[in-house]
């Protein structure tokens, strides 16, 4: 199984920040690798797909890099709203694994 | 546009089997695999399986192959997930969210089920 291990697991910023968070795959992934946000009580909601494509909606202060085994998901001038937990993920073999997730608190 | 609806809470006693629905509406079975992924309180996200809606072929994760099984009802849009042998960490909240085709992604997903596994 390809293991994903985020970084950090948690981390605390303030609104207009920029924050980076990483995502490190066990082997080569090539660009799929997708970043969700996760509210609590809520379902997750895609952010990013294929390293770096911005899903239909999502503000464009979101951003993310890749290809390989390195990730990034950056989000340039934090707002309220951003305050959740993110989670990347690996859909390049099955199983289908996630990363432990970042919480982003005020 | 896709929506996800789920069954709603169940509360188990171990041992007992479980079994969530999922009803798709929109643009339904349209030969997108549904996927399941559960989330234990205050836990990340694990992939369970998924499950083709034309042909019913399924792939499950090795931690649950035995346990689980996942269908469909192609009548009525619905996705089923059953697991056997319920133990107290299978207490989750457990999700069926649909491949996004050749996205490579899971979008969009179910409002979740909580299940309680209590004796």
């Known amino acids: 199984d390809i293991q994903m291990t985020q970084s950090p697991s948690s981390l605390s910023a303030s609104v207009g920040d920029r924050v980076t968070i990483t995502c490190r795959a066990s082997?080569?992934?090539?660009?799929?690798l997708n970043w969700y946000q996760q509210k609590p009580g809520k379902a997750p909601k895609l952010l990013i797909y294929?390293?770096?494509t911005l899903q239909s909606g999502v503000p464009s202060r979101f951003s993310g890099s890749g290809p390989g085994t390195d990730f990034t998901l950056t989000i340039s001038s934090l707002q309220p709203e951003d305050f959740a937990t993110y989670y990347c993920?690996?859909?390049?073999?099955?199983?289908?694994?996630f990363g432990q997730g970042t919480k982003l608190e005020i | 546009q896709v929506q996800l609806v789920q069954s709603g809470a169940e509360v188990k006693k171990p041992g007992a089997s479980m079994k969530v629905s999922c009803k798709a509406s929109?643009?339904?079975?349209?030969?997108?695999?549904m996927h399941w992924v559960r989330q234990a309180p205050g836990q990340g996200l694990e992939w369970m399986g998924r499950?083709?809606?034309?042909?019913?072929?399924?792939n499950y994760a090795q931690k649950f192959q035995g346990r689980v099984t996942m269908t469909r009802d192609t009548s009525n849009s619905t996705f089923y997930l059953d697991l056997s042998r319920l133990k107290s960490d299978d207490t989750a909240v457990y999700y069926c969210?649909?491949?996004?085709?050749?996205?490579?992604?899971?979008?969009?997903w179910g409002q979740g089920t909580l299940v309680t596994v209590s004796s």
């Open positions: 969210a649909r491949w996004g085709g050749g996205s490579y992604v899971f979008d969009p």
């Open positions: 929109g643009d339904t079975l349209t030969g997108y695999y």
């Open positions: 499950i083709n809606p034309k042909s019913g072929a399924t």
């Open positions: 082997q080569s992934i090539s660009s799929y």
């Open positions: 294929a390293a770096s």
């Open positions: 993920q690996q859909t390049y073999n099955m199983p289908y694994t």
